[in-house]
């Protein structure tokens, strides 16, 4: 597609159960990042995926998150056991490595997670 | 995980005035900076970039400024309108594609 495309765009789930968020990248971004965003606030550092290599974790808060990518292109991040403080706007972004490093990213609309 | 300001500061500014909004990043060894818009209910929009091999960098109505000696970024944006409240990001990256880390973030009000 023409840009970052992310599913569901709002999820409410019941305490205690697994969501899967989506992301599909921009064609050819081998850069994927996800970032999650409460109401209000900045930007947290989830997970960064980059061609072949082994992704960057640190960011993901606690062992109830893991994130996937599969064939180098669409990624699923995984909240087992969801918790009320999981709430909020989880954000995809994508982008090209070039020769000098880091391209922009460009941000899908988010899925909005409310855990209830 | 790395997490960023629990309170967005706030820059209120008179339509038609310039707007700047300022971002002091973390780590010297960063060389790559952008600034992304976003406003309510949406992603992130990309706004300019920088590399830091450069100090100074212009788009349309927006500038960017960076000095690294005292690590800091800026974003000017001429003739602010109405279109351009919004909250505004810097985000900042190393060397090779590592991640981009988030500054706290301000909230920019034009007042009409």
């Known amino acids: 597609g023409a840009g970052v495309s992310q599913s569901p765009s709002n999820k409410v789930t019941e305490k205690g159960k697994d969501v899967e968020l989506r992301c599909d990248p921009i064609s050819g971004h081998t850069a994927l990042y996800w970032y999650r965003q409460s109401l209000g606030q900045g930007l947290e550092f989830l997970i960064y995926f980059q061609g072949n290599s082994a992704p960057d974790k640190s960011g993901l808060p606690s062992d109830r998150f893991s994130a996937e990518r599969t064939g180098g292109s669409v990624s699923t991040l995984t909240i087992q056991r969801t918790q009320q403080e999981d709430s909020a706007v989880y954000l995809c972004?994508?982008?090209?490595?070039?020769?000098?490093?880091?391209?922009?990213?460009?941000f899908g609309q988010g899925t909005r997670l409310t855990v209830v | 995980g790395e997490s960023v300001g629990l309170h967005l500061p706030t820059l209120s500014v008179q339509e038609g005035d310039n707007s700047i909004i300022n971002c002091a990043y973390s780590?010297?060894?960063?060389?790559?900076f952008i600034w992304y818009k976003q406003e309510s209910g949406k992603g992130p929009q990309f706004i300019i970039d920088i590399r830091s091999n450069m100090d100074k960098r212009q788009g349309q109505r927006v500038t960017v400024l960076l000095n690294k000696t005292v690590k800091h970024l800026s974003l000017q944006i001429a003739a602010t309108q109405p279109g351009d409240s919004a909250v505004y990001f810097c985000a900042e990256t190393s060397p090779y594609g590592n991640k981009l880390v988030f500054g706290a973030g301000t909230i920019l009000r034009v007042k009409s």
């Open positions: 780590n010297s060894a960063s060389d790559y």
């Open positions: 972004a994508s982008s090209l490595v070039g020769g000098q490093g880091a391209m922009k990213a460009f």
